[in-house]
Nanobody, 117 residues
Framework: VQVVESGGGWVQAGGSLRLSCAAFGSLFSTNVMGWYRQTPGKQRELVVSITSGGSTNYLDAVKGRFTISTISRDNAKNTVALQMNGLKPEDTAVYYC?????????WGQGTQVTVSS
């Protein structure tokens, strides 16, 4: 499975960005995709995840501002998007997409999100 992210970039506080993530390859029908973020010197934290059944789990700090959605799911490709509104400087981080199935994890290379005040 190969995980590829797109989107990210620079935005002023209060602005919006959209991240996309595609997992190429065969995931079992029961799987989870999500976004994590990391800043220098800190542990990687879960921002939001979504299961193949549509259940979501958001970090409290992003609730009401970020929305994850499933764009497509099939045997060869699973795609999710993360809409980030009302961005704050503290949202600045490298955002990583992850896909999980059958207790295995695959990670993207990360994309930088920078929010200036």
């Amino acid at each position: 499975v190969q995980v590829v992210e797109s989107g990210g970039g620079w935005v002023q506080a209060g602005g919006s960005l959209r991240l996309s993530c595609a997992a190429f390859g065969s995931l079992f029908s029961t799987n989870v995709m999500g976004w994590y973020r990391q800043t220098p010197g800190k542990q990687r934290e879960l921002v939001v995840s979504i299961t193949s059944g549509g259940s979501t789990n958001y970090l409290d700090a992003v609730k009401g501002r970020f929305t994850i959605s499933t764009i497509s799911r099939d045997n060869a490709k699973n795609t999710v998007a993360l809409q980030m509104n009302g961005l704050k400087p503290e949202d600045t981080a490298v955002y990583y997409c992850a896909a999980s199935s059958s207790r295995r994890w695959w990670w993207g290379q990360g994309t930088q999100v920078t929010v200036s005040s």
